[in-house]
């Protein structure tokens, strides 16, 4: 949500401050603005619209040349997508310039005291305020920006990232962060801020993630951390191990495309170095003891959106692996129910982003009681990783296209190797039981490349399909959180109805959806498995079949009973019952993102969505 992007060197400030923004855009894309300074003077355009529009606006009304900048382009939440409305924002006397990523909780109060002192305010944005109150409080610090940051973070509540700069002080920025991402990138004469690593690994990649309410202050040279009063603060220097050319499309034509494609290395990066010279599994970042991990007596999983539908999939392994009972539940539900949860709970925060505020409070929450707290993230030196008892990472590297693909497989990957972990200090698994599923899941990557090589069947029925009003999908056992992941990827590309059922449930309502015409894909378990689970879903495909629906059967080589019932087959790779989520997500992946591609519809942004959720 908002990405924000600084920098201070002696290059070109602006050139650097829209790369970082173009690799930024998936955050938001409502608006886009930059401002720069020039002869002690502050600069700014902005503009509408994706960040094209901004740099057309730049073409005919350029800025001038200039060695520090910021950028921002915006997920709107206080006052509509506009010009006016688009970061960056200024003082009063267009001394100062800030952008924001956030929500000000007590904007309104801190305006109607602004507006009460006279100042003017010109946009609907919570933004606004802080611009205003900055440039008020820079005369009682004598003028030190950094000082009056602190003190105006001192009066927010809410979440924020704010960046500023001085037309007084061309060769400062300052930022500072409570509850929404920043990172700071060092350079060899020149530093950045920004949201995400994404928007300076081209040019730096020795960062330092910030703690909660610190204040940053950049020079051309220096980096100094404090918290909001002025202490020398301590802060986490990371190497950012994405390169730049993993943030970049590729020959792609879409970054989904690419970020779909690129799943089964995805797989195989997060399994890498996981099992020791002994053939035990060994996570490195699992900083839990073993006394830790063997007093567990419950697993809670948060999460939101398909990061919920990968916690869905792991809940199965995890019982199935451990016998701990394990709850997964959205994350924007958990703590407002007074969920139960104690020291004995291991709370499980998945996300790719690191940074979904509903998953970051959720978390907290069950810090709160008492619970240890493990997130599986894949963005390094995001606050969900950072306020965690444990991590483990992800290796998909950047995702960059809005809906989530490599992250969903890798973010299962990582839930099974947890549950393998747990399995085995608790002794619930033999070693060679173990390294048996280790196996399963080693050839997954070869599995998800199997089904990469066949996906033109599934364009060629995105595209027959594509007038379809409604499309639903039903599955059993871990094909019923695939169902809800195929529905979710059409809603949000397709921009089309479509709801994900257990296919056990149609009976007690969905089945009244069908009538002449409906497609209903079908995720079929292996008849390998559990064969009771294969016959009950071939039921419910004559039952749907029987009221008219098209049905669109995923199924595994060589399963031929579904065939006299698929008016049209996928066919994935025999592979074993938990391990299924890995292949049959991936022609659900791509039948959305082709649908959405003949539809016309912008696949890497759709409308009214942004990458990573950092508001409630
Ligand atoms: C859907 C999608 C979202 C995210 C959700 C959580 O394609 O991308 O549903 O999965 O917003 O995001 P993270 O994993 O960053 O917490």
Known sequence: MCGIVGYVGSKQALEIVVEGLRRLEYRGYDSAGVAVITGGELEMRKKAGKLANLEALLGEDPLPDSTTGIGHTRWATHGAPNDINAHPHLSGDARVAIIHNGIIENFAELRDELIAMGVETVSETDSEVAAH??????????GD???????????LEGAFTLVAIDADAPDLLVAARRNSPLVVGRGKGENFVASDVAAFIAHTRDAIELGQDQVV????DDVLVTDFEGNPADYNEFEVTWDASAAEKGGFDLFMLKEISEQPRAVADTLLGRINRQGLLQLDDMRLSLEEIRAIEKVVIVACGTAYHAGMVAKYAIEHWTRIPCEVELASEFRYRDPIVDSRTLVIAISQSGETMDTLMALRHGRQQGAKALAICNTQGATIPRESDAVL???AGPEIAVASTKAFLTQIVATYLVALYLAQVRGHMFGDEIRAVVDELSNMPNAVDLVLDT?????????????????????????FPVALEGALKLKELAYMHAEGFAAGELKHGPIALIESGVPV???VPSPRGRSVLHEKIVSNIQEVRARG?????????GDELVVPYADHLVRVPEVPTLMQPLVSTVPLQVFAC???????????????????VTVE
Request: glycine share 4%.
């Open 549 to 557: 629906a098209i049905t669109i059967v995923i199924a595994e080589e």
């Open 217 to 220: 202050v950049l020079t051309k």
């Open 145 to 155: 920006l950094a000082a009056a940051m602190r003190a105006v973070c001192r009066r």
């Open 393 to 395: 990472y992800t290796y």
């Open 455 to 479: 996906t033109e069947g599934v364009r060629e029925l995105a595209r027959e399909f594509a007038d379809a009003t409604s499309v639903l999908f039903i599955g059993r056992h871990v094909g």
């Open 133 to 142: 109150l900055l440039a008020l409080a820079l005369p009682e610090w004598d």
């Open 521 to 523: 894909v079908v995720v």
């Open 594 to 612: 082709e649908m959405a591609t003949v539809k016309g519809h912008d696949v890497d942004q759709p409308r009214n969505l942004a990458k990573s």
